[in-house]
């Protein structure tokens, strides 16, 4: 499956953004689908994850109660929306698409291209 991350920009703190990532290629409600991010000089982290249907979702606990992660099966796009932005979720975030549910980075075999989130303080 091939992943298009989009959305990504400046927002000052407090903001907020969605991201989205469209999904080509294979079928998407296959996957569960998942967003990581990486900030400079540090490694990459999970955010997000949701299964297969929707109906199950875990987050990291530095953007719980903040971001929403979502996925529309019949448009092939999972979403990720994020409020109450601080500098410190300033990073290139990725989404991903993995076989089982999980919040590896490793389990995800498919990964797209990145969108650079800068939170200005």
């Known amino acids: 499956v091939q992943l298009q991350a989009s959305g990504g920009g400046l927002v000052q703190a407090g903001g907020s953004l969605r991201l989205s990532c469209a999904a080509s290629?294979?079928?998407?409600?296959?996957?569960?689908m998942g967003w990581f991010r990486q900030a400079p000089g540090k490694e990459r982290e999970f955010v997000a994850v949701v299964s297969r249907s929707g109906a199950t979702k875990h987050y990291a606990d530095s953007v719980k109660g903040r971001f929403t992660i979502s996925r529309d099966n019949a448009k092939n796009t999972q979403y990720l929306q994020m409020n109450s932005l601080n500098p410190e979720d300033t990073a290139v975030y990725y989404c991903?698409?993995?076989?089982?549910?999980?919040?590896?980075?490793?389990?995800?075999?498919?990964w797209g291209q990145g969108t650079l989130v800068t939170v200005s303080s």
């Open positions: 991903a698409a993995a076989d089982s549910y999980s919040t590896r980075a490793t389990l995800y075999g498919y």
């Open positions: 290629g294979r079928t998407f409600s296959n996957y569960a």
